[in-house]
């Protein structure tokens, strides 16, 4: 009966080393999962702000597009007013040469 006790004896320790086996194991998982959940927050709130300021970044850069786009189209709509004033007046210039010619003629007619 003696051997019987101490067989149960080895059982109930072996039991026991599982048990404290399992209970570490368990710890050790609760940490991990905690260091792991913290680490998804850090990324979280990392991307959010990274999120953020690319949204801000790509705001600036559609605002400096838009002005620049603006500043172009401002000079070429500037040019194109100087190209028209410009022959607008050489245009008036030869219609008063034309015109003027005639009436010189007339005149000197008038004159002889």
Known sequence: MNTLTNAQEVYVQFLE???????LA???IDAKKKAVEQEI???QSELKQEISEAKQAGERL???SVAQASKTATAE???IINAAKNKAKSIS???NDKVMKPVFEILIKGIE
């Open 93 to 95: 210039v030869e219609v």
């Open 62 to 64: 559609v605002e400096q």
């Open 17 to 23: 080393q599982i048990k404290d086996a399992e209970e």
């Open 26 to 28: 368990q710890l050790e």
């Open 41 to 43: 927050q850090t990324l």
């Open 77 to 79: 709509a500037d040019k």
